[in-house]
């Protein structure tokens, strides 16, 4: 039986496949074009949804501009029924995961009609493509790795997503279980707001500063000026403080190099930080404006978008109020010794002097123990859930 908080009350048709359903590899250009154009399609009239833009979308699945393609084994699919294109997924393996995790593959960027006949060609698709590579297990959804979007939301429907917190109608979870998955795993992602309670914040703050005090650490922002080498470090405190996060593998210098060169004409300095000991790093926090709050659904970003991009004072948007939470961790030396709360005042401090008026967060794992014990100091509930799935070979 599907869970009625996951599915919502939109049924899905249940029909069997029509001989006119076919799923196809992408490989022309028109192809690409209809696997990135299909989400309008699905999502219209949804003023929820917030698209990826085109552009990213096709230099991710371009493998001459993405060097992921060189890491990760990678295939695009779009069903059509009668040359209609009524449904996407990709089917990715990457090797890193495959060392540290076994024999899985994944599956992503899915978009049906509310149709089980297309889900499940699609993801019949996808399973064979995986099972023909030697993989016994297929888990998703995520982007092609586990390292970008993951999961499908299962609640939070209610106000649009932050930028990297996935979106989709209700009835996506129905139609992968109605194809054998079941749930691998569970995110949350949370959202704290400035008016808040100010007891609250006094309270982060005294406790950060006297770790501090006491473990003698220095809290210092990045230093845009030497982006290259500041880029390493987070690279290398990223792969330090995720090691034995659950689903994670480390970014590669050219796979963490193109993540943020398509961030970079978004960050504000003010809300990014670096903990250290002494002059050697131990903790990060990397925030984003939420752009998702001004880039509206066409997929593109408009004459007035990019303006407020390049009019930026000290790092602000003009009207992006939150602050999204990408990255944040502490290197395995230093579990235990209070960068948490370091790093939890760092949020409080960073956000009150920027003028933002909330935080967000991207997802965090449900066997998280750092980032739930983090999220905890801040006593609020979560936004939004998203779930990933998964089902033997």
């Known amino acids: 039986m599907l869970d009625e908080h996951v599915t919502g009350k939109r049924h899905v048709r249940t029909a069997a496949p029509p001989s006119s359903l076919r799923v196809r590899q992408v490989q022309s250009h ?19 949804w917030r ?40 089917a990715s393996i990457d090797s890193a995961y495959v060392e540290r995790y076994g024999d899985c593959a994944f599956f992503g960027f899915f978009e049906s009609e509310a149709d089980e006949s297309v889900a499940t060609a699609l993801l019949d698709t996808a399973e064979d493509w995986a099972r023909h590579r030697g993989m016994t297990k297929i888990i ?12 499908f939301l299962i609640s939070g429907y209610d106000t649009p997503p932050a930028i990297m917190q996935p979106y989709n109608p209700r009835y996506y979870p129905a139609l992968v279980q109605a194809a054998g998955y079941q749930k691998r795993f569970d995110t949350a992602s949370y959202r704290w707001r400035v008016s ?9 703050l005294t406790r950060a500063d006297a770790v ?7 809290v210092r922002p990045v230093h845009l000026s030497d982006y ?8 290398e405190l990223y792969n330090d403080s995720f090691a034995k996060h659950p689903e994670n593998v480390p970014l590669s210098r050219a796979v963490f190099a193109d993540m943020a060169a398509e961030m970079r004409p978004l960050i504000d300095p003010t809300i990014i930080r670096i903990v250290e000991a002494g002059k050697t790093p131990v903790g990060f926090l990397f925030m984003l404006p939420d752009i998702n709050e001004i880039s509206g659904q066409s997929g593109r970003l408009t004459a007035a978008t990019l303006l407020r991009i390049a009019a930026k004072r000290g790092g602000r948007i003009r009207g992006v109020d939150t602050a999204v939470v990408v990255l944040i961790g502490a290197v395995q030396t230093q579990f235990g010794a ?4 370091v790093l939890a005042g760092e949020i409080v401090r960073t956000i009150t002097t920027s003028g933002y008026s909330s935080v967000a967060t991207t997802w965090i794992h449900e ?23 998964q089902k033997a070979l």
């Open 228 to 235: 290259d080498r500041e880029l390493e470090v987070l690279r």
């Open 212 to 218: 501090m005090s006491a473990q003698g650490l220095t």
């Open 338 to 341: 209070g960068i948490g709360r």
């Open 51 to 90: 698209p990826a833009l085109r552009r990213v979308m096709r230099a991710k699945m371009d493998s001459r501009k993405n060097p992921l393609h060189r890491e990760v084994q990678i295939a695009n699919f779009v069903a059509y029924r009668k040359g209609r294109p009524v449904g996407r997924i990709s």
């Open 140 to 151: 998703g959804p995520f982007s092609y790795t586990s390292r970008e979007e993951v999961g």
């Open 196 to 204: 808040g309670s100010q007891p609250l914040q006094r309270r982060l």
């Open 367 to 389: 066997a998280n123990v750092w980032s739930n014990s983090l999220t905890a100091q801040m006593k609020t509930s979560p936004e939004k859930r998203h779930r990933v799935y």
């Open 30 to 48: 028109e192809d690409i074009k209809r696997f990135i154009g299909l989400p309008w399609q699905i999502y219209r009239g949804d003023n929820r």
